[in-house]
């Protein structure tokens, strides 16, 4: 079986560029993922940032969890638990605005090395997309512009913790699902495993690297390019040992941006076979998402279509 693609940024601009921009563009299109090593986010800053998490939901976040477990009865079920997940979790937003000041039990430090980590992840979000932008070859800053809308990304991070579990075989740590916005960066934690993603019909570990982040690709980067490249399901087991750390970024498009495949991507076999998908207003996807995050993707694409097309098809007054 081919191995989990791992890119190594610093050959991006030596020699290896033209190898490593190829196992990028391999990993866009037949995986969703690809891990990063040395992509310039120092191993210092994601060390603090681990240790600051970590305490944080020893200080914050454990004794809610035990206490949300206990009142559910979470810990003592017989039958497998299909509508929730076994994390903890906590959400940033950092553009449009920032809203870490309103987040309540985030000390200074925390705060500020959390800003200082998310803005190198953004910069790192649009170098990427510009590599994505180079494979297919669209002119740079294409992506950037796609999701820019009248006020620039949505930039968000999902700090979870999944704790150990007592019944894994019943409960996900997180259901299967795909990522409904753009490129998402993970740094993941190197001891505790548990992200799988869902390749030709089977379950494939993202392997734990220490002080690698994570790419996976979004549903919106799928209908950009018109199912060229792809949002894949991925999922989080719960383990019985350890307690996973997952910090998870999204660099997503702006509420009001306008996404639709670019027409360049756009074969025309898959025009003729009515194969082209949808264009909508981002918040309006979100909306949908909302609802039916875990279930399949197809039927999401298909409801924005069904929208698009009342749209279009609503008389315009001439009078
Ligand atoms: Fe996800």
Same mark, same amino acid.
């Given at each position: 079986? &081919? ?5 190594? @940024? ?26 990063? @090593?040395?992509?310039? *986010?120092?191993? &210092? ?16 976040? +454990? ?11 979470? =810990? ?45 992840? &953004? ?27 009248? #006020? ?14 007592? #019944? ?15 490129? *998402? ?8 495993? =548990?992200?799988?993603?869902?390749? /030709?019909?089977?379950?494939? /570990? ?28 991925? #999922? ?8 996973? @750390? ?6 997503? !498009? ?12 756009? &074969?025309?076999?898959?025009? %003729? ?9 981002? +918040?309006?996807? @979100? ?10 993707? +197809? !039927? #999401?694409? %298909? ?17």
């Amino acid at each position: 079986m &081919e191995s989990f693609p791992v890119v190594n @940024m610093e050959n991006v601009n030596g020699e290896k560029r033209a190898t490593t921009l190829d196992i990028i563009k391999d990993a866009c299109e037949n995986w969703g993922f690809f891990e990063l @090593m040395n992509h310039g *986010i120092s191993p &210092e800053l994601m060390d603090k940032v681990e240790k600051l998490t970590k305490d944080h939901y020893k200080q914050c976040m +454990e004794q809610r969890f035990k206490e949300l477990v206990a009142s559910k009865g979470l =810990g003592e079920v017989e039958t497998e638990i299909e509508d929730m997940d076994w994390e903890s979790t906590f959400f940033l937003r950092h553009l449009p605005e920032s809203n870490m000041s309103e987040i309540p039990d985030l000390n200074e430090d925390y705060r500020k090395t959390m800003k200082e980590f998310v803005e190198k992840l &953004e910069k790192l979000a649009e170098e990427l997309l510009d590599l994505l932008c180079e494979n297919l070859g669209l002119e740079k800053g294409y992506l950037k512009k796609a999701f820019y809308g009248s #006020r620039g990304p949505t930039f968000g991070t999902k700090v979870s913790n999944y704790p150990p579990c007592p #019944r894994p075989e019943l409960v996900k740590g997180l259901r299967a699902h795909t990522d409904a916005g753009g490129l *998402i960066l993970l740094f993941q934690d190197d001891q505790v495993s =548990g992200l799988q993603l869902l390749k /030709d019909g089977e379950w494939i /570990d993202v392997p734990p690297m220490r002080h690698s982040i994570v790419i996976n690709l979004g549903d919106q980067l799928e209908v950009i390019t018109n199912g060229k490249y792809k949002s894949v399901l991925h #999922r989080v087991l719960a383990q019985t040992d350890g307690n996973r @750390m997952s910090i998870a970024s999204f660099y997503n !498009p702006g509420s009001d941006a306008v996404i639709y495949p670019e027409p360049a991507l756009v &074969e025309k076999e898959a025009e %003729e076979k009515n194969q082209v998908y949808p264009k909508f207003v981002f +918040e309006d996807y @979100m909306k949908l998402y909302a609802g039916v995050k875990f279930q399949a993707k +197809e !039927p #999401r694409f %298909e409801a924005m279509k069904a929208v698009e097309h009342t749209v279009i098809s609503t008389p315009i007054a001439t009078a």
